[in-house]
């Protein structure tokens, strides 16, 4: 049974461009959600979706947005990078009750130069 | 790695001594709670997790205990294997109503000397 894919798994990124992450959840798992990871701040939570909705937001900026389609593969963007947003991004997958496990993926590095 | 620059709390043991890794929480509300294991490169791995109405949970080598009253959560593990050094957090999440997010704790780092 494949884990959670995301890609890429490593990025670099010049100031002021955007990027999109990818994140394809376990099959059958229709919650995807999404963290940053910094040394300093530790797992935020970005935010969650299910069924192609946003069920809940974290207390990021604007410039952070997500998506989920169809078939539950979810991607996340950020534009206008900035260096503070250099961060280890994960991705979390659910069947999308209130209290199943959340299997993570390993990652995307993000480094914003 | 990932956790570099971060001000872990530290844990060292002794190959085959048990460990016993503490989180407080922060949220009253919270009812369900997770354990995740880090290790460098890689994503948080579940461990173990336990709900509100229970206040003691076991699996292989590892036991969660859960205290509401004071909100601490502690994961004890049997036995410790060098395979276990890595960074361990503990997450909470409150069920109630529209809320699917976890909320982890800062982590600890767990050295297992062999």
């Known amino acids: 049974k494949a884990g959670v894919t995301q890609t890429p798994r490593y990025l670099i990124k010049t100031r002021g461009q955007q990027v999109t992450l990818s994140c394809s959840p376990i099959?059958?798992?229709?919650?995807v959600s999404w963290y940053q990871q910094t040394p300093g701040q530790g797992l935020q939570f970005l935010f969650e979706y299910f069924s192609e909705t946003q069920r809940n937001k974290g207390n990021f900026p604007g410039r952070f947005s997500g998506r989920q389609f169809s078939n539950s593969r979810s991607e996340m963007n950020v534009s206008t990078l900035e260096l503070g947003d250099s961060a280890l991004y994960l991705c979390?997958?659910?069947?999308?009750?209130?209290?199943?496990?959340?299997?993570f993926g390993s990652g995307t590095r993000l480094t914003v130069v | 790695g990932e956790n570099v620059g971060l001000h872990l709390p530290t844990l060292s043991v002794q190959e085959g001594d048990n460990s016993i890794i503490n989180c407080a929480y922060s949220?009253?509300?919270?009812?369900?709670f997770i354990w995740y294991k880090q290790e460098s490169g890689k994503g948080p791995q579940f461990i173990i997790d336990i709900r509100s109405n229970m206040d003691k949970r076991q699996g292989q080598r590892v036991t969660v205990l859960l205290n509401k009253t004071v909100k601490h959560l502690s994961l004890q593990i049997a036995a410790t294997q060098p395979g276990d050094s890595a960074v361990y957090f503990c997450?909470?999440?409150?069920?109630?109503?529209?809320?699917?997010?976890?909320?982890f704790g800062k982590g600890t780092l767990l050295t297992v000397n062999p």
């Open positions: 979390a997958s659910s069947r999308g009750q209130v209290d199943y496990g959340y299997t």
């Open positions: 099959s059958g798992h229709r919650s």
């Open positions: 949220n009253s509300a919270s009812d369900y």
């Open positions: 997450a909470e999440k409150n069920s109630g109503g529209s809320n699917y997010k976890l909320t």
